[in-house]
């Protein structure tokens, strides 16, 4: 992103809480490492007008997501009739 440009410093944000304000000293004692949900992260080629119908659909926000719950739906079809 630094490369694109993409990154933005504001001067002028807030610093975050003084010590012993933010988190209690011992958060870390006791914290438990979550791990992801496991999602794959893959490439994927589409027909332009199938991109660009869920493109227009979401307004060019959360497209991929769209497409994501339209394949969801059709796994749980799939497997409902199995």
Known sequence: MKDRGELFHDPNAPEGPP???????????????????????????????????FYREADGKGHITQMQNVLRAYVEARRKRA
């Open 19 to 53: 010590p012993g304000e933010g988190l209690p000293n011992d958060f870390w004692e006791t914290a438990v490492v979550v791990y992801p949900s496991g999602r794959r992260s893959v490439h994927l080629k589409l027909d332009p007008e199938v991109f660009d119908f």
